[in-house]
Structures are given as structure tokens and as C-alpha cells.
């Protein structure tokens, strides 16, 4: 029974501290980021009027057509992830093998999700960062509410998904610390 326990928590362990799932919760923020752009500019689109409600229809099936499949595959992510910490929380809890439950630290696979993903954390304070800036700075800055409009689409993905890799390192690094205060 050890050696199946020991089988499914680094089975687990690697499903849930993938760098690939870190990369693909990358990617389908970057997507999700691109159809905000397009939804910004199919309303300026139908905002000019005229020939532009063209422009804004093709622009608006393009948001739509990022951005719903990528809220759709982070959904499915988080689901997945939240499914494979009540297992693993589960086969840890069925008995301990102190020589085994020693190396499920992951030590190097927690530091790269909380390094990596504060590289999204860090692109959303520049964003934020950048946009705040301008209106400061800048007297004459139109006020159509576009630039906003880009500066959310940019910064709250970002760093939503920064927040989601530190969450999920920080809450593998909680585990081992109550796996391990169980075993005392």
C-alpha cells in the first residue's frame, strides 16, 4: 500500500506542480488578453459609427472567439488543480512513510512557481504602473476611456494569473508543512 501511496502522490505532485501547467496557464492568460484587445477595438469601433460597424462586428466575433475558450481552459485548469489537491490531501492521509514523505517537498518545483509567477505580477505593476503615469503626466490625454480600458484588459489577467501560480506554490508548501506536523 506504501508503494501505491508513494505512486500516486508523485504522480499528483506532478500534475499539480507541472512547469507546463504554469506555461499553459501563461498562454491562455496572453490569449484571453489578446480578445480583450479585440473587444476594445470593436467598441471604438462602434463608436466612430459609419463603415466602422464592420470593423466592429469582425473584432467583436474576434474577442469572443479568444477570449470564452480561454476563460473556458482556466476554468477547466483551476477545476483540474482543485481536483488534484483533495487527492492528494486524501492518499497522504491513508499512512505515513517518513522516508518517502520526506523528498514530496518539491522544493525546486515550488520555488520555480513562486519565481515564475511573479514575472506576471511584476508585467502588471508595469502596466498599472505606466498607465497611471501617463494620466499624470499627460494634460492633453484623451478621454474616450480606451486607455483605461487597455490597462485593465493588461493588468488585472496578469496579475490574476501571477496570483494563481503564488497560491498554488504557497498552498503545496502548506501541505508538506501539515503532512509533516501530522507525522510528529
Known amino acids: 500500500m506504501l508503494a501505491d501511496r508513494s505512486r500516486a502522490l508523485d504522480a ?18 496572453c490569449v484571453f488578453v489578446l480578445g480583450w484587445t479585440f473587444a476594445v477595438l470593436g467598441l471604438q ?32 485548469g483551476l477545476r483540474t488543480g482543485k ?10 492521509a491513508l499512512d505515513r512513510d517518513a522516508v518517502h514523505d520526506a523528498g514530496l517537498e518539491a522544493g525546486g518545483r515550488v520555488w ?23 494620466v499624470l503626466t499627460t494634460a492633453g490625454a484623451p478621454k474616450d476611456g480606451s486607455s ?9 489577467p496578469l496579475a490574476a494569473a501571477g496570483a494563481y501560480g503564488v497560491a498554488t506554490a504557497l498552498t503545496h508548501r502548506r501541505w508538506f508543512r501539515s503532512l509533516n506536523r501530522q507525522r510528529r
Do not use: D, H, N
Open 12 to 29: 499528483l505532485i506532478r500534475k499539480t506542480l507541472s512547469p507546463g501547467r504554469l506555461l499553459l496557464t501563461w498562454l491562455l492568460t
Open 45 to 76: 469601433s462602434v463608436v466612430e459609427g459609419g463603415i466602422s460597424y464592420v470593423y466592429a462586428a469582425a473584432f467583436l466575433i474576434l474577442a469572443a472567439g479568444a477570449a470564452i475558450p480561454s476563460l473556458l481552459g482556466i476554468r477547466a
Open 83 to 92: 481536483e488534484a489537491r483533495r487527492r492528494l490531501r486524501l492518499w497522504a
Open 112 to 134: 520555480f512557481w513562486l519565481l515564475m509567477s511573479l514575472l506576471p505580477c511584476a508585467g502588471a505593476l508595469v502596466v498599472g504602473g505606466a498607465f497611471v503615469q501617463e
Open 148 to 156: 483605461l480600458a487597455y490597462a485593465w484588459g493588461l493588468t488585472a
